[in-house]
């Protein structure tokens, strides 16, 4: 599904080297909310696209809570130097560590989209509805994987792949985020879920 995407709102794009949803400044198993963390990998050394999209949203039985608790990771495919290139935190830039904060609840990642290049002629593609879910519990850390996502993906092939990775992020994330306590952290890797038609895979 291909849109217009409109020269105003790229006002709004705002270039991060990690996700965007923000880390808290300290979190315990006092905090009356939860985190859900993880890892976005870009499997292709250059980007397709200028930026990736990836959306949540709760999947409780409250619409309302449903609806103030979405939200997305954004990554922008172009370094300071505006070229093409990624720029995450390890393994060569390729993979972004995200971090994400709200109210207890059960939540799933559910679509992504990608704009093909910045300017008034971009195009933005947007994905299928699939389910990745996840729950958030408050004064815990779950951590749901790694989302492997491959630009160059054949039809009929997985466009991202949700992987357990636990060990080697949770490494990286106490790295980046060592006011956290991640004694609360648990690998919460999701298995299974709604596959889009086949675009996502659990391995």
């Known amino acids: 599904m291909k849109t217009l995407y409109i020269l105003s709102l790229f006002l709004l794009v705002i270039s991060c080297k990690s996700a965007s949803d923000k880390a808290p400044e300290t979190f315990t198993a006092a905090s009356e909310t939860g985190l859900a963390v993880g890892t976005i990998t870009f499997e292709n050394d250059i980007p397709k696209n200028d930026i990736y999209r990836f959306f949540y949203t709760g999947t409780t039985d409250n619409e309302k809570f449903n609806k103030q608790n979405k939200g997305k990771i954004e990554i922008k495919g172009r370094n300071a130097q505006n070229e093409r290139d990624f720029s995450g935190d390890f393994d060569n830039g390729q993979t972004y560590l995200f971090v994400i904060e709200r109210l207890p609840g059960t939540y ?38 790694e989302f492997s996502f491959n630009d160059l993906a054949e039809p009929g092939n997985p466009k991202l792949v949700v992987y357990n990775r636990y060990s080697r992020d949770l490494e990286e994330l106490k790295k980046k985020y060592p006011k956290l306590d991640w004694s609360l952290a648990a690998d919460k890797t999701p298995k299974s879920g709604n596959n889009g038609g086949g675009i996502i895979d659990f391995r």
Do not use: W
Not at 112 to 138: Q, W
């Open 108 to 145: 799933a990642f559910n679509q992504y989209n990608y704009l093909d290049h910045i300017g008034p002629t971009g195009m933005v593609n947007a994905s299928k509805v699939f389910s990745i879910p996840f729950e958030i519990r408050k004064g815990e850390i779950a951590y749901i994987g």
